[in-house]
């Protein structure tokens, strides 16, 4: 399974943009890319994902190197909710499901 | 929608003893999986279950037993519970047409 290479941690301030970088150098040309997030005691969610394309939600946007071998997730103006562990996983379909490798994640620290 | 449902919250298990962690999505999802995440570490999936009736071996299945009940359950079988399995269990389920996995709030196991 391909792997990701992400910072251990992070920190910014509250209103300000946040550049979450990954490193996944070994990934195949169907691989997508996507990000999850686990606030403290919960479950992942789900924040993004893309194929080759810089992607936009709600919640983030995905900017995709052209090369596919890194990425950077941005929340654009972060608040003190988005203090969470993010992880950039490379995903793989199987006959309809799909394999999640997750790695350690960034842990995102937001001063007030 | 409840979504992604999982029974007990916490168990204390004793060494050798058994026990099925149950797990519900009420979303119509194809797919569920179970993983789980010792502390400081990313995820790692144990099965999955692409389909009803279909169940695979993830990244670390030794130790563990599944079923796919039916569509709407996917239930996770300890025969003889050892230390190292004690850990934080979450299950998730996702449909083939989007690419999101959606979690439940875990099952917090302790193996004595």
């Known amino acids: 399974d391909a792997k990701t290479t992400q910072p251990n941690s992070m920190e910014s301030n509250e209103e300000e943009p946040v550049h979450l970088p990954c490193n996944h150098s070994?990934?195949?040309?169907?691989?997508?890319i996507h990000w999850y997030r686990q606030l403290p005691s919960q479950g992942p969610e789900y924040v993004i994902h893309g194929l080759t394309s810089n992607v936009n939600n709600r919640m983030a946007s995905l900017a995709i190197a052209e090369d596919r071998k890194s990425s950077t997730l941005i929340l654009h103006r972060a608040t003190l909710r988005d203090a969470a562990v993010y992880y950039c996983?490379?995903?793989?379909?199987?006959?309809?499901?799909?394999?999640?490798?997750f790695g350690q994640g960034t842990r995102l620290t937001i001063n007030p | 929608n409840a979504g992604v449902t999982q029974t007990p919250k916490f168990q204390v298990l004793k060494t050798g003893q058994s026990m099925t962690l149950q797990c519900a999505q009420d979303m119509n999802h194809n797919s569920m999986y179970w993983y789980r995440q010792d502390p400081g570490m990313g995820l790692r999936l144990i099965y999955y279950s692409a389909s009803e009736g279909t169940t695979d071996k993830g990244e670390v299945p030794n130790g563990y037993n599944v079923s796919r009940l039916n569509k709407r359950e996917f239930s996770l079988r300890l025969e003889s519970a050892a230390p190292s399995q004690t850990s934080v269990y979450f299950c998730a389920s996702s449909s083939s047409r989007v690419r999101e996995q959606y979690f439940g709030p875990g099952t917090r196991l302790t193996v004595t």
């Open positions: 070994t990934i195949s040309g169907t691989d997508y």
């Open positions: 996983i490379l995903s793989a379909t199987i006959q309809g499901a799909q394999k999640l490798v």
